[in-house]
């Protein structure tokens, strides 16, 4: 069995990224990935536009959603729920279901670990590596905690921001067959897990700097 190195944790300048989608598929392309899934916050402008390119690999319908309980992935859905901001965590989760999507705990080992509503509703999978990550060792035992406590599969992720880093984190499918219902199938099973490294620390840095910034920034807004 052959496996492919996709990266299910991507922005792109339709939220936060700094990166047009076609430099992000060229620097996909150029690292050896088989595919990727662009995460966008609440949006899926950049997966549709991506699909327009004959770049070669396998484009993953995906975004992120902050929820109350942290932030969540999805992946396989080329739809958002009806309402993003403040939705409760397990509305999320449950909506994906039904739906026939995926969810990813998104860099829980970063936050608050919400362990108990975590495991009554379970998601598919936790991200242990985030390529954003300040430290490795410390992130990424906390992060496999929390998924050996829920019992479910390990993935990674770059959470790229700048296309350069797109790659430096992904998650391994154990298949040889780059399709999407190839993919949505094997991650059922439980065939994936995370490979990579941490993103150079000046991109850890830019990125993290710009969070804080935005943040303060929605403080001062609301007061």
């Given at each position: 069995?052959?496996?492919?190195?996709?990266?299910?944790?991507?922005?792109?300048?339709?939220?936060?990224?700094?990166?047009?989608?076609?430099?992000?598929?060229?620097?996909?392309?150029?690292?050896?990935?088989?595919?990727?899934?662009?995460?966008?916050?609440?949006?899926?402008?950049g997966y549709f536009k991506a699909k327009l390119y004959?770049?070669?690999?396998?484009?993953?319908?995906?975004?992120?959603?902050?929820?109350?309980?942290?932030?969540?992935?999805?992946?396989?859905?080329?739809?958002?729920?009806?309402?993003?901001?403040?939705?409760?965590?397990?509305?999320?989760?449950?909506?994906?279901?039904?739906?026939?999507?995926?969810?990813?705990?998104?860099?829980?080992?970063?936050?608050?670990?919400?362990?108990?509503?975590?495991?009554?509703?379970?998601?598919?999978a936790v991200e242990i590596l985030n390529a954003l990550?300040?430290?490795?060792?410390?992130?990424?035992?906390?992060?496999?905690?929390?998924?050996?406590?829920?019992?479910?599969?390990?993935?990674?992720?770059?959470?790229?921001?700048?296309?350069?880093?797109?790659?430096?984190?992904?998650?391994?499918?154990?298949?040889?067959?780059?399709?999407?219902?190839?993919?949505?199938?094997?991650?059922?099973?439980?065939?994936?897990?995370?490979?990579?490294?941490?993103?150079?620390?000046?991109?850890?840095?830019?990125?993290?700097?710009?969070?804080?910034?935005?943040?303060?920034?929605?403080y001062v807004e609301k007061h």
């Amino acid at each position: 069995m052959f496996s492919l190195k996709i990266d299910v944790h991507v922005h792109t300048a339709y939220s936060d990224g700094r990166g047009t989608v076609r430099e992000i598929l060229k620097i996909a392309k150029f690292k050896g990935l088989d595919g990727l899934a662009i995460t966008d916050h609440d949006c899926l402008k950049g997966y549709f536009k991506a699909k327009l390119y004959s770049s070669g690999l396998l484009v993953i319908p995906g975004y992120e959603v902050h929820t109350d309980a942290g932030h969540v992935l999805v992946l396989g859905l080329e739809l958002l729920p009806s309402e993003t901001r403040r939705i409760r965590y397990e509305e999320l989760v449950e909506w994906v279901r039904c739906m026939g999507g995926l969810t990813v705990l998104a860099h829980p080992a970063a936050g608050r670990i919400k362990l108990n509503r975590w495991i009554r509703c379970k998601p598919d999978a936790v991200e242990i590596l985030n390529a954003l990550y300040p430290l490795h060792g410390y992130f990424v035992h906390r992060g496999l905690n929390v998924a050996s406590k829920l019992g479910v599969p390990t993935v990674g992720g770059s959470d790229a921001h700048y296309p350069q880093n797109v790659g430096d984190a992904y998650t391994i499918v154990e298949s040889d067959n780059p399709s999407l219902k190839d993919f949505m199938e094997y991650f059922r099973r439980g065939s994936v897990y995370f490979g990579g490294r941490l993103s150079p620390l000046s991109s850890r840095l830019k990125v993290g700097l710009g969070y804080i910034i935005s943040m303060v920034g929605g403080y001062v807004e609301k007061h």
